[in-house]
């Protein structure tokens, strides 16, 4: 009998464990830049925030076909298939991922920018190609699998985000989504404007799948509305407003429109009258936050808020991308 128990309890945990994890009703986000691989104090302050996503970012595929933490362009996290990244970083992590879905950010170049991510995606997605140290395809063996393996099993990721904005190929994209659901992970998109790439996957990509968009309404994105593009693209998926915040570029005043808590709730007060059914937002990003406290924005440049501390700071943050919902 106890035998019987004992495979009945794996099996149960095994399903569990493979099971996708579902976005929160009211997602509140957070993009953690800077973090890896981190400090004790700046995790237990973002636990304490009690955001119910965190999108670790950026990371980048090299074309040896490592990847790399956008904080430490020195040293690979995944090498050879394996975890070679802090390992103090996986308990930070794991601490998070307690109460919070944690989705990893896949970040592309810019424009005039040197290869990397999206365009090793795009070539190696064909096994036919012969690429020195890299196994092509997306069978199990294949490098891009495997990448997205470490991160599930490793890191802990429930869900992957891509934030293509130059290369825009839709077919390694949509092979991504298939992966991500052999994995049982999700996938999420961050665009910045409409365009026939982002509809591209989202017509072939099971909806179960890539299961939110995260709009950037900052920089090349400074137009967007979350409730223009659900009309323009009507994706069954819920899209969230990302707001860049002041900290922003090490700048106290407004840099790449990031904005002040106050007018974080002047905007999502408009995006939630465009679209009444919104049912999260997101800030881009952690680095930033802190770089608000460390440069005193609230002495030097009181227009720009009010917060002393990060812990004050991430809680008018995440009370302004509240507004509303």
Known sequence: MRVLLLLSYLTVSSLFCAAQVPLPAKNLSIFGRGMYPGDDSTYALLQEAGFNT?????FYIHGDGDLYSGDDNQHPVIHDGKWVGDTAYLRRVAALKKGARIEILLEGRWYNQPPNTFDFMRDWVDSTKQVPGVVTGVGDNSTLFTI???????????????????????HSIIEMGKIAARLKMHMTLC??????????????????????????????GRNANPGLWKNAMKPVQPVYPIFMC?????????????????EIKGEMTRFKKDYPEMSGASIWQMADVKNFVKNNCAVVDPSSGTARSVKEFLAQIKGALSTGL
Do not use: M
Request: glycine share 6%; with cysteine; aromatic share 10%.
């Open 54 to 58: 965190v999108l670790l970012s950026s």
């Open 148 to 170: 997205c393996k470490v991160l599930k099993e490793v890191v802990g990721a429930d869900a992957f985000c891509i934030d293509d904005e130059s290369v825009y190929d839709s």
């Open 246 to 262: 002041r900290g922003a570029f090490s700048t106290c005043g407004t840099s790449h429109n990031s904005k002040t808590v106050e």
């Open 191 to 220: 665009p910045f404007r409409v365009n026939e790439f982002w509809s591209t996957v989202l017509k072939n990509t099971d909806p179960k799948v890539v299961d939110a968009i995260y709009l950037q309404c900052y920089d090349g």
